[in-house]
């Protein structure tokens, strides 16, 4: 009888790691992260927030096309040593990119971001015929 090799269940991001190896792609490919977003709207704006620490605000390019917001940069770990012997290597280096479609329309062209605590916050404000309108019913 052979031996196996215990190993617990793999988290997503293993199982999808361990998938593109096996297929032979090479890690250059899969050097790109997707950040997660929180996106929501309060009454005048749309605010999408996503986390991006130790990422240099200045190497992040943002733009809104049709109703679609974009994030795309880069992150570069400058003290990367190769003679280390990792066990394990989770922190990631390489470009990210993430868009995703407005619910509502938008003044693009007013779009405002912050970076702060590493979260980057885009505040969008909506467009007129995106607001709630309030009607008062008349009474006779």
Do not use: H
């Given at each position: 009888m052979a031996i196996i090799r215990?190993?617990?269940a793999l988290s997503p991001i293993e199982d999808s790691d361990k998938f593109f190896e096996d297929f032979g792609f090479s890690k250059m490919a899969r050097r790109s992260?997707?950040?997660e977003l929180d996106v929501y709207d309060t009454k005048d704006a749309v605010v999408v927030e996503?986390?991006?620490p130790g990422i240099d605000p200045n190497d992040v390019n943002i733009s809104i096309e049709n109703g679609v917001l974009q994030i795309e940069g880069k992150s570069e770990k400058k003290t990367e040593v190769d003679?280390?012997?990792y066990y394990r290597k989770e922190i990631r280096s390489g470009s990210f990119y993430r868009s995703v479609?407005?619910?509502v329309p938008v003044k693009d062209d007013q779009?405002?971001?912050s970076y702060e605590k590493g979260v980057l916050k885009i505040t969008i404000p909506k467009a007129e015929e995106a607001k709630p309108k309030a009607i008062q019913v008349?009474?006779?």
């Amino acid at each position: 009888m052979a031996i196996i090799r215990w190993m617990p269940a793999l988290s997503p991001i293993e199982d999808s790691d361990k998938f593109f190896e096996d297929f032979g792609f090479s890690k250059m490919a899969r050097r790109s992260f997707a950040p997660e977003l929180d996106v929501y709207d309060t009454k005048d704006a749309v605010v999408v927030e996503t986390p991006l620490p130790g990422i240099d605000p200045n190497d992040v390019n943002i733009s809104i096309e049709n109703g679609v917001l974009q994030i795309e940069g880069k992150s570069e770990k400058k003290t990367e040593v190769d003679e280390k012997n990792y066990y394990r290597k989770e922190i990631r280096s390489g470009s990210f990119y993430r868009s995703v479609t407005l619910p509502v329309p938008v003044k693009d062209d007013q779009a405002e971001a912050s970076y702060e605590k590493g979260v980057l916050k885009i505040t969008i404000p909506k467009a007129e015929e995106a607001k709630p309108k309030a009607i008062q019913v008349k009474v006779k």
